[in-house]
């Protein structure tokens, strides 16, 4: 896969892309990722690239035309997905990050200041994405997330990957607790199950421990869970049902 990153701040990316699974990604090309500063394409003697709203207001927009001279410049921008960092993108969530993961060729546009001239998302933009809901300082910190989130799914670019597929969010739900040594920390204890050596009860304790934490933490992860059929199997809905029952009826009376 290869990412361009277009931005006023490329320096913001040193630290986050030189360390762990990104850094080695790239090492072993899993992964090629492009800097571009904007400033390299803005206009004038000085280099340009924002301006005052029309209309009035406080701040300052990025003007179009050194988005659209970057990605221009960028071979093969054409096949590309270009998608803008914004507040107003859909959510990320895991789907869409494995959705995109799929793409041989990413483009990131970073916003900074008041934002971006609208033209930029309206002729430019395939794809627009916020990393939660409320507003950053500029699209970078989105970048970086975008990024590691996208890398670690990348054939190869983990150890195991094994781990990806009991992870939280995928397949709808939360990961059961992790426990390491020692055994017992300050008399708290690990649970019995996991040091009896019996992978099957280890693997059924695990999954329901995942369903109830879903269920407790995160109820609408587990609604859609319910709905998507095969990510709840009858006996986990069973098992949860039970459960849940339980719990409450053991809660006392308010
Ligand atoms: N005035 C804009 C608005 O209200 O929608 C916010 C501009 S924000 C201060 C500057 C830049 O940060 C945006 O252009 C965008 O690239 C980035 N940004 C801010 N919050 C973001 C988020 N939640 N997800 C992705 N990018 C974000």
Known sequence: MRIDILTLFPEMFAGPFAESIVARAVEQEIVQIELHNLRDWGEGKRRNVD?????????M?????????????IPDHEQARTILLTPQGRLLTQQIVDELATAPHLILLCGHYEGVDERVREHLADDEISIGDYVLSGGEPAAIVLVDALVR????ALGSETSLDEESHTGGLLEYPQYTRPA??????????????????????????????TAQRRPDLLRQAL???DAVSEEDRRWLE?????????????
């Open 51 to 59: 301006d005052a709203p029309f209309g009035g207001g406080a701040g």
């Open 61 to 73: 927009v990025m003007q179009p035309e050194p988005f659209f001279r970057a990605v221009e410049s």
């Open 153 to 156: 799914r990348l054939p190869g």
């Open 184 to 213: 017992e920390f300050r008399g708290w204890h690990v649970p019995d199950i996991l040091l009896s050596g019996h992978h099957k009860e280890v693997a059924g304790w695990r999954r329901r421990q995942s369903l109830l934490r």
């Open 227 to 229: 709905q998507d059929g």
């Open 242 to 254: 039970e459960e849940l029952e339980t719990n409450l009826q053991d809660q006392p009376p308010s």
